[in-house]
């Protein structure tokens, strides 16, 4: 399923029109509202891509720079990834929801799951010595690190929802 597109046109520098050197005029500010974007999968990995380039078109369309949008896109690659790998077990029965919402300078991304639910308290942390050389187990740092925060909900009908926020 492709996600709706919402494309805002920013305003391009005004000039008065006069018989005297040109003056730009004051730029107006571009016309943003709350956006927002639904995206419903399967659980299969190669999804995974289609996402991060829906997430990073939706960021840069809410006026994130290049640098929070390449954040950001990581964190939705490892909650989508987490999600379909580790809460649906890769089930392709069971689907994995994503829901962006831009609010002014914020974003709120939504990732909800079909599994079985986990607590992340019980994640190793990455950065002990003992993890270090481990294949995995670094995508709720990473989410940890480019988001400004993260919320992890059991939901009544199964799964869970991991709800991160960025500012900018």
Known sequence: MRPARVLHERPRSLYLAAAEPRIPARKAAPFVTDQTTRLVLPSH??????????????????????????????????????????????DEAKSVEVVFNCHGNELEVEVKDQGEGFDPAGIPDPTD????????????????????????IARPEGGTAVRMTKRF
């Open 45 to 90: 990995i190669e999804a995974v891509a289609d996402v991060a380039a829906a997430a990073t078109d939706f960021v840069k369309n809410c006026g994130a720079t290049e640098e929070t949008a390449f954040g950001i896109e990581m964190a939705v690659r490892e909650a989508v990834t987490n999600a379909m790998v580790h809460g649906n077990q890769e």
């Open 129 to 152: 010595p003992s993890n270090l050389m481990k294949t995995s187990g670094r995508g709720i740092f990473l989410m940890r690190t480019f988001m400004d925060d993260i919320q992890w």
